[in-house]
């Protein structure tokens, strides 16, 4: 079932991964959102105040890791992380296209003033794998969405660090199964469903040509006996903290970090998905599969907190949202294919063979149909 059915009160449909409508017709995202209302935060903060000082260490060793990006949100993270004694090791899985302000933004973490550690993987073997995965299942980033996820719990194993505190649980923020987004714990059940894997396992890739089990080491999870050995943690912070996306770029803002110069291509903020130029290819494919884009999950966030109305983000997202991916923080789409050695033509076909004919209108001979500008049209687009 594919026809789109969107949430009464924000831009969500129903097509969107673990998204649920419920008989008043409104989703989970926004349920959540109305919950949180309901949490006594100054109890939640005393409970992470209390729960770090078990993790403070005196054993030369760091108190924590935290998993940094460089946007706004690893920003806050770092600074909550200061404000509160400890002494972290930032970790960041180089993005899959570095852009100049990603650097820009990782480099002013760095002068928060905390130890950081920066792992590259391989570039001649992720470029295969972005060109496979988006070729296959139509996911250009899922080198990215792992390594993430797992290069900062392999180095918190390797340096016998019990603490991880990640960002907000995606499932909270963006609509998950209910029991899930009101998740404290990062762990591997919770990696496996949410984490990005989609339908690939890492042992999928050795059906790229030149690459082995052995090229593949770190976007492997690591032993789960051996981390539970270390009763290694993985906490959100989103748990213990109210998560305001607008808030967390003000405080990161305040503290160095730079937004972008004018809406993110495809996106309504500034200030998100800021390092990797391939990001735009992303989101235009989630439009592709599932008719929404990034300004809508952000414009129905900004629909909740009451700083839009629904009618002004729909006027917004019409003008800006789901259209061909032609540059992204200004890189031309053509740089960024070559540099996984994707042509134009073989973009567009990859394009067709994942865009849901159920949600986007068709010439008579079957062809989607497509405007000058190869932009698509929706079948039903009454949100
Ligand atoms: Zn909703």
Redesign the pocket.
């Known amino acids: 079932m594919n026809k789109l059915v969107y949430?009464?009160?924000?831009?969500?449909p129903n097509t969107k991964p673990h998204l649920y409508l419920n008989k008043q017709g409104?989703?989970?995202?926004?349920t959540s959102f109305e919950e949180k209302k309901n949490i006594d935060w100054k109890k939640r903060e005393l409970e992470f105040s209390e729960m770090i000082e078990n993790f403070k260490n005196s054993e030369g060793k760091h108190d924590c890791v935290i998993p940094v990006s460089g946007g706004k949100d690893s920003t806050y993270q770092v600074i909550k992380a200061l404000e509160y004694g400890l002494n972290p090791l930032c970790v960041t899985a180089t993005t899959d296209l570095l852009s100049d302000i990603g650097r820009y933004n990782i480099e002013n973490i760095k002068n928060l003033g905390v130890d950081y550690l920066e792992i590259s993987l391989n570039p001649k073997v992720r470029k295969k794998i972005n060109k496979f995965c988006l070729e296959t299942i139509g996911d250009i980033s899922w080198p990215e969405h792992v390594a993430i996820f797992t290069l900062p719990i392999r180095i918190a194993l390797k340096e016998k660090i019990k603490l991880i505190i990640w960002g907000e649980n995606s499932q909270t923020e963006y609509?998950g199964p209910e029991e899930d987004s009101k998740k404290n714990i990062l762990d591997h059940n919770w990696l496996q469903e949410f984490g990005g894997m989609g339908a690939l396992r890492v042992d999928d890739l050795t059906a790229i040509d030149d690459i082995d089990i052995k090229s593949l080491i770190l976007y492997q999870y690591p032993d789960v006996e051996e981390l539970n050995k270390e009763k290694i943690e993985g906490i959100f912070l989103g748990h213990y903290f109210n998560w305001d996306s607008s808030e967390n770029k003000d405080i990161a803002e305040n503290n160095g970090f730079k937004a972008w110069h004018k809406s993110v291509e495809g996106s309504y903020f500034s200030f998100e998905n800021l390092d990797n130029h391939q990001t735009g290819i992303h989101d235009y494919f989630c439009y592709l599969k599932f008719g929404y884009g990034r300004a809508s999950a952000q414009l129905?966030m900004e629909i909740?907190r009451g700083k839009i109305t629904k009618k002004e983000a729909i006027e917004y997202i019409r003008e800006h949202e789901g259209k061909f991916p032609y540059f992204y923080l200004d890189k031309p789409l053509e740089e960024i294919l070559s540099d996984i050695n994707i042509s134009m033509e073989e973009f567009i076909r990859v394009c067709d063979k994942f865009t849901n004919k159920k949600i986007f209108k068709c010439n008579s001979d079957g062809t989607l149909k497509k405007d000058n500008n190869l932009n698509l049209e929706k079948i039903n687009f009454d949100n």
């Open positions: 949430c009464k009160k924000c831009l969500y409104v989703c989970n995202a926004c609509g129905s909740r």
